[in-house]
C-alpha cells in the first residue's frame, strides 16, 4: 500500500474557446489533493484529472456547460 503525501495545485483558465485571456483566471490556488504513486487525482471543473506531482505547467482542457472548451494550466508542489 501507497503512503499517501499532498501536493500544492494550482489551476488557471489560459484559453476559451482557443482564445487566449490577457490574464490568465485562477480558478483555485494551493488547494491540497492527496498524491499517491506520484499522481494526484483532482476534480476540476466538472472533470477529474489525473497530474504528476510534482509538476509545473501541465496544459488540459475541459468543456464546460455554457462557457465551451477551457484550456488550463496545472501546477503541482508536493507539500
Known amino acids: 500500500?501507497?503512503?499517501?503525501?499532498?501536493?500544492?495545485?494550482?489551476?488557471?483558465?489560459?484559453?476559451?474557446?482557443?482564445a487566449a485571456l490577457?490574464?490568465?483566471i485562477t480558478v483555485f490556488t494551493d488547494a491540497a489533493f492527496p498524491v499517491i504513486n506520484g499522481t494526484a487525482d483532482i476534480?476540476?471543473?466538472?472533470?477529474?484529472r489525473e497530474i504528476p506531482c510534482p509538476t509545473n505547467g501541465v496544459v488540459a482542457t475541459v468543456n464546460v456547460d455554457g462557457i465551451?472548451?477551457?484550456?488550463?494550466?496545472?501546477?503541482a508542489d508536493l507539500i
Open 22 to 24: 490577457s490574464q490568465p
Open 68 to 75: 465551451g472548451e477551457v484550456t488550463l494550466t496545472i501546477q
Open 43 to 48: 476534480d476540476v471543473l466538472g472533470e477529474s
Open 1 to 18: 500500500m501507497a503512503i499517501p503525501n499532498l501536493a500544492a495545485v494550482t489551476v488557471e483558465i489560459t484559453e476559451i474557446e482557443g
